[in-house]
T-cell receptor, first 112, second 116 residues
Framework: GDSVTQMEGPVTLSEEAFLTINCTYTATGYPSLFWYVQYPGEGLQLLLK?????DKGSNKGFEATYRKETTSFHLEKGSVQVSDSAVYFC???????????FGKGTTLSVSS | GAVVSQHPSWVICKSGTSVKIECRSL??????MFWYRQFPKQSLMLMATSNEGSKATYEQGVEKDKFLINHASLTLSTLTVTSAHPEDSSFYICSAKHRGSNYGYTFGSGTRLTVV
């Protein structure tokens, strides 16, 4: 069935380190892909999205490229900050407007 | 930006009682509302999808008589956990899809339910 596999956390990095959080998906058709972030005590917020193959989503220094051939949507950031500490969720939807299917989330902790 | 207000943010109730969770879209119309449940260190699991003015569609394995969903208006959806038991303790999150947008989903901040 449809699913998202996300790298296990927690991920612990020092400030200015490079970040990669792997995400692969199993889906029918041509899904739209998302990364959401959940800061402590807050709701999920959309970080970035890509709706077709080879699209690159980007926001706040984070990037992810829709790779259809590898069914992946890995999240990257060149230089993390302490304020990036949060839980990151990879998600997709098979059909626009339908419910999102989420990965388990990856906790990122950045220290100064 | 779009905001979904979800409350209460946490609630403790006794076994056998019912609890209502509300989600309101504050500055947009939510044609569709999704209700999720999240267990510790697990993903968000979709419980049901509700469209304004119609009955909710429940995912397999979710008891519709236990988890009552009402979406009577374009700005309000409620989830009522009836006759709650300790195994219903969990984190419940709502998500609203914006009218006119296929990719606009806004999430509430979640409700931590503890049944004792």
């Amino acid at each position: 069935g449809d699913s998202v596999t996300q790298m296990e956390g927690p991920v612990t990095l020092s400030e200015e380190a490079f970040l990669t959080i792997n995400c692969t998906y199993t889906a029918t058709g041509y899904p739209s892909l998302f990364w959401y972030v959940q800061y402590p005590g807050e709701g999920l917020q959309l970080l970035l999205k890509a709706t077709k193959a080879d699209d690159k989503g980007s926001n706040k220094g984070f990037e992810a490229t829709y790779r259809k051939e590898t069914t992946s949507f890995h999240l990257e950031k060149g230089s993390v900050q302490v304020s990036d500490s949060a839980v990151y969720f990879c998600a997709f939807t098979n059909q626009a407007g339908t419910a999102l299917i989420f990965g388990k989330g990856t906790t990122l902790s950045v220290s100064s | 930006g779009a905001v979904v207000s979800q409350h209460p943010s946490w609630v403790i109730c006794k076994s056998g009682t019912s609890v209502k969770i509300e989600c309101r879209s504050l500055d947009f119309q939510a044609t569709t509302m999704f209700w999720y449940r999240q267990f510790p260190k697990q993903s968000l699991m979709l419980m049901a999808t509700s469209n304004e003015g119609s009955k909710a569609t429940y995912e397999q394995g979710v008891e519709k008589d236990k988890f009552l969903i009402n979406h009577a208006s374009l700005t309000l959806s409620t989830l009522t956990v009836t006759s709650a038991h300790p195994e219903d303790s969990s984190f419940y999150i709502c998500s609203a899809k914006h009218r006119g947008s296929n990719y606009g989903y806004t999430f509430g901040s979640g409700t931590r339910l503890t049944v004792v």
